[in-house]
């Protein structure tokens, strides 16, 4: 089955229950397969204990059947990029991109 890494997934407090709740609903992104966050709300790509942690969820990633989508830290994504290059170079990896005016993920394909 396909997976959707999702570089940064920042949560916030409902202001009713405070329960966690995403900042951004990425529920539409499932049909692209299961979502995995590569940085969770708890992480900052700046802790090395932290990269390593997202290096190890990375280390699965099949570059024919997951997905990448960016997603909330700038520095997540761009560590996540880094960390995929070193792991995947010279294959392509497929992202999601929000499509605005059609509301709903396109993919794009990087090739690193």
Known sequence: M???FITSN???KDSYT???KPIVDLRPAEQFGSLNAVFDHE???TNKEDLI???ERLAGF???YDFILP???PLATLATG???GELRSGETVQTLMWDKMHMRYQVGVIEL
């Open 2 to 4: 396909s997976r959707v």
């Open 10 to 12: 920042r949560m916030r």
């Open 18 to 20: 405070g329960a966690l």
């Open 43 to 45: 992480m900052e790509p």
């Open 53 to 55: 942690r997202a290096r």
């Open 62 to 64: 099949d570059p024919d």
């Open 71 to 73: 997603n909330g830290s």
């Open 82 to 84: 880094i960390m995929l």
